[in-house]
């Protein structure tokens, strides 16, 4: 049985074969303004100054004076985790996906397989390293979207996530940032797993119902709050 261990051996639906593809989370960002960044990874592309964010999300349009510039000079805002407003045009106006209509959806990529590896490596011996897997798991996440940043500097800061700050009169809410979690893979056995799960996490977008499924299993990575309505 194969592992997939590059990016061009990912599982992923897309054009071709005479099927008319186009990709749902663009028809949805772009159709019904149904999809934005939200505050939990904006809290942790901005702190981490994560290289992906460009990749991940679109600046904000319009009227940016409410967002928030990042590490790469732009702009961009997220729509808080909860809240009991409905659709308007600050929220619209917060950062797209950065997905076009022929983007493929990726079912399982060869970094979300280093992350797993990861994590048997964590608790099981004769799996090999954590540490190792853990880096390459980013490396890969690094290549499949483009990123050219050296994996190292990124994995030694000792940056965290950020606060999330929406600023408008009407719309403004402050949340705490998610955790104090750095990217750098120390710590206890339950701290590496923490962080082996922040960046799996990361590393799925957009695939939700991964994360969601993820998140669920082990309760990393931690997220805003949803507000009880």
Not at 131 to 152: A, H, L, R
């Amino acid at each position: 049985i194969g592992v997939m261990t590059a990016k061009d051996d990912a599982a992923q639906m897309s054009q071709g074969a005479g099927m008319t593809f186009r990709n749902n989370i663009e028809w949805l960002a772009g159709n019904y303004n149904e999809a934005r960044m939200g505050s939990s990874i904006f809290s942790y592309l901005m702190g981490y100054e994560d290289p992906r964010l460009n990749v991940y999300f679109l600046p904000m349009d319009g009227n940016a004076s409410y967002g928030v510039e990042a590490f790469n000079g732009k702009t961009y805002q997220a729509v808080p985790a909860g809240h009991a407003n409905a659709q308007n045009d600050i929220y619209k106006s917060c950062s797209k996906p950065n997905i076009q209509s022929g983007t493929p959806t990726y079912w399982l990529r060869a970094s979300e397989v280093y992350f797993l590896r990861a994590e048997a490596a964590l608790v099981w011996e004769g799996f090999g390293s954590a540490d190792s897997w853990y880096k390459q798991g980013i490396d890969m996440s690094f290549q499949e979207n483009g990123v050219t940043e050296p994996v190292d500097d990124y994995m030694n800061s000792n940056l965290s996530p950020r606060a999330y700050v929406l600023s408008h009169y009407q719309y403004g809410q402050t949340l705490s940032a998610p955790c104090e979690t750095t990217v750098k893979f120390e710590g206890t056995t339950e701290q590496k797993l923490e962080k082996i799960m922040i960046q799996k996490w990361i590393a799925l977008f957009p695939n939700g119902q991964e994360a969601w499924t993820e998140w669920r299993r082990t309760g990393y990575p931690k997220l805003n709050v949803i507000k009880t309505l």
